[in-house]
T-cell receptor
Framework: AQSVTQLDSHVSVSEGTPVLLRCNYS??????LFWYVQHPNKGLQLLLK??????LVKGINGFEAEFKKSETSFHLTKPSAHMSDAAEYFC??????????FGAGTTVTVRA | NAGVTQTPKFRILKIGQSMTLQCAQD?????MYWYRQDPGMGLKLIYY???????DKGEVPNGYNVSRSTTEDFPLRLELAAPSQTSVYFC??????????????FGSGTRLTVV
């Protein structure tokens, strides 16, 4: 069965420093993987997606993620954190053709 | 283009009461989904629909019912509210089976508290 594990429940960074959110996946075939962001009291917004094209995926707001099959990982990074990046981030895998399975989420705090 | 619209945004229910969470999309999407979000648990699929008149259970369907009489609307019904149903509920949609592999469009959520 397809699933994802987010390795950190909470990440705290200083403004202007890099952000790394870790996600490992389990899948019996080449998966479709996503990162979604949820700002406080808001809905979920798609940051980026991997669907078996380029392994380095660029998303919105300066985020990117790299698909590493050998490590079954899909970590999300940003070179320089901004205060507006404070939010909850979900790693997500496609389950079958049209259903998604969500990780437990990583809460990002950005210190001034 | 409103996307996916959920109403109400907030609701407090008493144990045993019933209510319907509304979800509407104006993108002519065939596939619609209901998820609930609990702290530290990610999102869990309650019910989904692949087209008008077709619904199916997700991971956590107990205590809920859905209907899909039109392409646009996918209401979620709670018949006998219980404290365990306190959660944030998200509705989502995707055009078809293929597009779902590229992500969903989510509504802004309904925060439900059962007391």
């Amino acid at each position: 069965a397809q699933s994802v594990t987010q390795l950190d429940s909470h990440v705290s960074v200083s403004e202007g420093t890099p952000v790394l959110l870790r996600c490992n996946y389990s899948s019996s075939y080449s998966p479709s993987l996503f990162w979604y962001v949820q700002h406080p009291n808001k809905g979920l917004q798609l940051l980026l997606k991997y669907t078996s094209a380029a392994t380095l995926v660029k998303g919105i707001n300066g985020f990117e993620a790299e698909f590493k099959k050998s490590e079954t990982s899909f970590h999300l990074t940003k070179p320089s954190a901004h205060m507006s990046d404070a939010a909850e981030y979900f790693c997500v895998v496609s389950v079958g053709d049209y259903k998604l399975s969500f990780g437990a989420g990583t809460t990002v705090t950005v210190r001034a | 283009n409103a996307g996916v619209t959920q109403t109400p945004k907030f609701r407090i229910l008493k144990i045993g009461q019933s209510m319907t969470l509304q979800c509407a999309q104006d993108m002519n999407h065939n596939y619609m989904y209901w998820y609930r979000q609990d702290p530290g648990m990610g999102l869990k699929l309650i019910y989904y629909s692949v087209g008008a008149g077709i619904t199916d259970k997700g991971e956590v369907p107990n205590g809920y019912n859905v209907s899909r009489s039109t392409t646009e609307d996918f209401p979620l019904r709670l018949e006998l509210a219980a404290p365990s149903q306190t959660s944030v509920y998200f509705c989502a949609s995707s055009l078809d089976r293929g597009e779902a592999r590229y992500g969903y469009t989510f509504g802004s959520g309904t925060r439900l508290t059962v007391v």
